[in-house]
């Protein structure tokens, strides 16, 4: 896998190198996540017009390899995609939400017989491992147009992995099969008009991709949080609230409810003031906070008299094991009642 568009002079930057054009790229792989399939370390080039865009696609067709055989004199010796990421956004709404697309221009390299084209050396190795690609890719529609398949054998290959998003599914995939109506060519004229027939098969039901930008979505979502607190502090002064702040607690007003619940536990404090959501939830984190802190007291002190064993540590039981079997060897000669008071003891 090699990227044609790799010599540009941004095309190092856009792989995460330093711009120097003559380091060793990353290996290209095809990974998939929750936005599709891509290929890791393969250069991605901003296009603000259409000049721009057929500029890199011709760039690109420059760079490809190409050889001569008996039936075609400039033969690519490979598949090639050239891959369109398109945003539409309104012009005259500030909408979080935008569309998005991806257009994969995808050129098969042909079907080659060894037979006819009389390859010899590397153009015969590539021809053998194109028509090996193109059967794994058959081999992905036959199962896509297939109702009773349930896998598709998507990474067999390169080819079929990254066009896992563009076979059926949700895209529409159109097909231009190119025969030669010589009489000879025949079994790879009908060799095509067989896929193709086989591709009219695939279903697939395109949908409109949509996402949300995150830093517009915040922005809106804080002019709505700002747009209901000016509601409900109309609606407090309408019910004589005002003074009822809906703001995070400030530490002066945590130390007030701390000290209310205190006070509440003690006895001297028959009820708390609750005026506010946040007041309650300040209220129960601090019962859990002074639950904690009590617990940690109690602990510490049973530490200070007793020897405390975790159950769900084999090794602390087994050092208790061991402690007891020692008082029990060193009590074999006392009486039993001194005994039985120095094992309780220990015990508690």
Known sequence: MFDLLSQLP???????????????????????????????????????????????????????????????????????????????????????????????????????????????????????????????????????????????????SKLTHYLK?????????????NMWGDRPQIEETVSTMRFATRMMCVASEPCINEVYDPALLVKKLQREIQHLKSELAMHDTLTNRSMISYDPLSEQQKYEIRTQVQRYLDGSLDEIDIVNLRQIVGTFETFKDMYNDMEKDMEAKLREKFMLVDKTDPASIAAAQQVLEDLMSLTRGIDSNEVLSTFTYVVL
């Open 165 to 177: 998003d563009s076979i059926g599914g949700n895209c529409n995939t159109l097909l231009i099969a």
């Open 10 to 156: 941004d095309a190092a930057l856009n792989q995460g190198g330093k711009g120097d054009l003559f380091a060793t790229p990353d290996p290209m792989v095809v990974t998939e996540n929750q936005d599709g399939v891509f290929v890791k370390g393969l250069s991605c080039h901003l296009a603000q017009n259409e000049e721009e865009a057929l500029n890199l696609l011709f760039e690109g067709e420059t760079n490809r390899s190409i050889a001569a055989h008996q039936l075609n004199k400039q033969s690519s010796r490979s598949h090639c995609i050239f891959t369109v990421y398109l945003e539409s956004r309104s012009r005259t709404q500030s909408n979080a939400k935008y569309t998005v697309s991806k257009l994969n221009f995808v050129d098969l390299a042909g079907s080659e017989r060894l037979s006819k084209t009389k390859s010899e050396g590397k153009t015969k190795e590539e021809a053998m491992y194109i028509n090996k690609s193109l059967s794994f890719l058959e081999q992905v529609v036959i199962a896509l147009a297939s109702r009773t398949r349930d896998h598709v054998p998507f990474r067999q």
